[in-house]
């Protein structure tokens, strides 16, 4: 028997229809950071934070399931699949991404190895702690890809696929995520730590884009 399409026993409407907006909106900053890639030939987002996010999103595809329901098990898939061809973006242009020389000799290794590490660590995690939609392994993947976005745009602050609109969608759709983990799971406390942390290091990197590029609007004037 297959799940229900929608968990209306331990969320409430509200709850759903939040949730639902925040995953449909990754699923519209996927599609932007794509669109950037196939301009800029520069994958908008850090070359680590990729190998992370798309191992959680294939255990959670394939091996775990959220209890929210069918509908909310083919957005994860959703994020899967868009997620692919990012990844497969690093092949081609996500040694940049590496100023070291050494480290670009040995960009394909690496990039395997990190994500076989993060589906190793995250399997681990979820399968000695209940997790029932996975936010707990998610935030830890985006806490890590907000800190490495601001060495990002430090090292590289005239990227044009490193947008302010870009920096403002990826904190809204954590955001809208965020509040829905405080209403659906108030008393998961690391997990919540985790999303003010990322929301505050979300604000930093939000900073330091508007400031780069007015900077560079500036000199160009």
Known sequence: MGHPLVNTTDYSPGQLILFGIAAAYWVWVYIVVIKDISKYKFV????????????????????????????????????????????????????????????????ALIIVFCFLCWVAGIYALTSQYYDPVGATSAYLVNTNMSAIYILLIINFPLEKSLSISTAWHKMLGTALTSVFCFWAFPNQYFMLTLSVITFILDLVYIYLVTKFKRQNTAYAS
């Open 44 to 107: 908008g987002i850090p070359v680590l934070a990729v190998c992370a996010n798309i191992a959680w999103e294939f255990l959670w595809s394939f091996k775990y399931y959220t209890n929210m329901g069918a509908l909310f098990e083919w957005g994860y898939r959703a994020w899967f699949v868009l997620d692919v061809y990012i990844f497969y973006s690093l092949f081609k242009y996500g040694k940049i991404q590496f100023t070291d020389k050494r480290l670009q000799k040995h960009f």
